[in-house]
């Protein structure tokens, strides 16, 4: 912690001195050889100058801003002024396959000149690659490759340990916050002689994750004292009335630990043009039939918890409640094993399963869900009989709320994003708004990339789309839709920063009008114990990323102003 100490005050001096200094290197400017025609933002430029003045300081680092804030463009920004210094790499970039192509893209469109080498493919691709970059057959000075890639195989990982890289950046790296993974130990030996993380969400479950961040970025700092640091942040407190204090000792401890390798700026900061965005809970009380059925759900758990009833369905206890408390439909319930013999006999009529062994069939439906069900009985003529009636499929306690909710937002001329985690929960909701006639669109992670992008366009351009359905894990990269202005979350997700991602595709750059985001919560169900968590890690988050007035354990935001001030930002 001394040592951590000892890094801020040097840092912190050199940006107060910034303009008296005239040291060269300082007050950094867009490089040269950045687009002509794009600009760096003003906090854009700041995060430029903060990750400059920690390489001059040979120290690594974290650029945590949040989501939506660029910092694919500062990282590209600063190897683009590392390159005007003559350090042409080579440097590694290690990203998700989701964002790949967006990576590619903003290389090409920030810094044409600069030569991408894109380390992807099948293993036999990669062979070849692997034998042109170690035969210098051809030029690069940045490659950038997927986190499968880079470590799946052992010839992958001798690349990365054989090639001498100076900078290697990786995205979401909060991928890398349990230092006990195959992944993190795999990735601590990749032979750079710097690195960069970038993660729109540092803190999201515990303060030992965070660490896990900052032992991966600065391990010739940490690495000898990873079992003091796992024992800081892991231990509880005793009761719960040394906790409170306890958490605050921690947070002061982990606050001054990050201080000079992380820097935090959310929208609200930077983007004061940003309409405000408004959070909105409702909770939903269960329709009767599926407040008995979530009744009967629970008994059997607790049965089964309890030992006293084998289930083996059942042993994914919170998902289970999770489906419940949203629609009945995601479980199945009226169709019984009567009814799926009768339909897997009748499926012998059927040309395609004429010379079909029923016992399958019937074991093939028995794993399926109601819903799933009913569309199989609409598929096929002979099941007609067995479709579930409108009301069953409308009957849920969210949807009497989404009845009345969407009605007012479609009077006030309010454009709607609503999601979901679950792809059928998706299904059954389109038959909730073609049964009230909304004009709606979906995207889901079944999507191609290409017909995205139409979507996209199609919903920001015909303003008589009133509604636009997405699944919370496709809700990222790429996804603009800052035409609506409402976001309902159907259910919400475990991890709140999932939700948070699902949010900025309305509350982002190009957003005119304030932004509400509604969560329906089932009442009295697991989901109200999910959000009570969730809450916990956002205030955990917040705690970490708010700067004390006079603490010397503050976090950089007092960084960022200082170089505001000093580079006339």
């Not at 950094?28 to 700041?46: A, D, G, H, R």
């Not at 690195?195 to 994750?209: A, I, Y």
């Not at 009529?349 to 010379?355: A, G, M, Q, S, Y």
């Not at 609506?484 to 948070?500: E, F, G, Q, R, S």
């Amino acid at each position: 912690m001394n040592k951590c100490e000892e890094i801020s005050k040097k840092l912190m001096n050199k940006v107060t001195h910034i303009t008296e200094d005239g040291e060269s290197g300082w007050n950094v400017k867009q490089p040269s050889m950045l687009s002509k025609s794009l600009e760096l933002k003003p906090y854009q430029k700041i995060g430029l100058n903060w990750l400059a003045l920690l390489h001059k300081h040979n120290v690594n680092g974290i650029l945590a801003d949040e989501m939506g804030l660029g910092k694919t463009v500062q990282a590209i920004a600063f190897l683009a002024h590392l390159y005007s210094l003559g350090d042409k790499g080579p440097h590694l970039v290690v990203v998700p396959a989701s964002t790949l192509d967006n990576w590619i893209r903003e290389f090409n469109q920030w810094c044409p000149d600069m030569n991408i080498l894109l380390y992807y493919g099948s293993q036999d691709e990669r062979k070849y690659l692997r034998y042109d970059i170690l035969n210098k057959v051809i030029e690069f000075n940045v490659i950038v490759t997927t986190y499968n890639c880079a470590i799946s195989s052992s010839e992958d990982r001798s690349l990365f340990r054989r090639l001498k890289l100076n900078f290697s950046v990786f995205d979401e790296g909060h991928m890398l916050k349990n230092m006990s993974a195959i992944r993190y130990q795999h990735l601590m030996t990749l032979n750079a002689k710097h690195r960069l993380l970038l993660t729109g969400t540092p803190v999201q479950n515990n303060l030992l994750e965070l660490m896990s961040l900052l032992n991966f970025v600065m391990p010739h700092m940490f690495s000898s004292s990873t079992s003091e640091l796992k024992r800081m942040f892991s231990s509880k407190a005793k009761s719960t009335d040394e906790q409170s204090t306890f958490e605050k000792e921690r947070i002061a401890h982990a606050k001054r630990i990050m201080k000079p390798f992380i820097l935090r700026r959310v929208k609200s900061e930077v983007l004061k043009q940003l309409p405000p965005k408004q959070d909105h809970v409702k909770f939903c009380t269960l329709s009767k039939k599926q407040q008995q059925l979530y009744n009967d759900l629970m008994q059997k758990l607790k049965r089964s918890v309890e030992g006293t009833e084998k289930n083996t369905e059942l042993c994914n206890v919170m998902m289970h409640l999770r489906k419940m408390a949203n629609h009945p439909l995601l479980h199945r319930q009226y169709y019984t094993a009567d009814k799926l013999r009768s339909m897997s006999k009748l499926m012998l009529k059927e040309p395609t399963h004429c010379e079909a062994n029923p016992d399958l069939i019937f074991e093939d439906m028995e794993v399926m869900t109601d819903f799933e069900l009913h569309r199989l009985c609409k598929e096929f003529s002979s099941l007609s009989t067995f479709t579930l009636e409108n009301q069953l499929l409308l009957d849920s306690g969210k949807f009497e709320v989404l009845d009345q909710l969407l009605s007012d937002l479609k009077k006030k001329g309010d454009r709607v994003v609503l999601f979901s985690q679950f792809t059928m929960m998706l299904d059954i909701l389109e038959v909730f708004l073609q049964h009230h006639q909304y004009r709606y669109l979906r995207l889901d992670g079944k999507t191609q990339i290409s017909d995205r992008i139409h979507l996209i366009d199609e919903f920001n351009s015909d303003m008589d789309i009133f509604i636009f359905l997405l699944s919370t894990k496709a809700g990222g990269l790429g996804i603009n839709l800052t035409s609506a202005n409402v976001v309902i979350l159907h259910d919400i997700d475990c991890n709140p920063y999932n939700d948070k991602q699902a949010e900025d595709r309305c509350h982002r750059v190009g957003q005119t009008k304030e932004v509400n985001v509604i969560k329906l919560i089932g009442k009295e169900t697991i989901e109200e114990s999910m959000l009570k968590i969730s809450q916990q890690k956002l205030r955990l988050e917040q705690d970490m990323t708010t700067t004390d007035t006079g603490d010397e354990g503050s976090i950089p935001l007092d960084m960022a102003t200082l170089l505001k001030t000093s580079l006339g930002l």
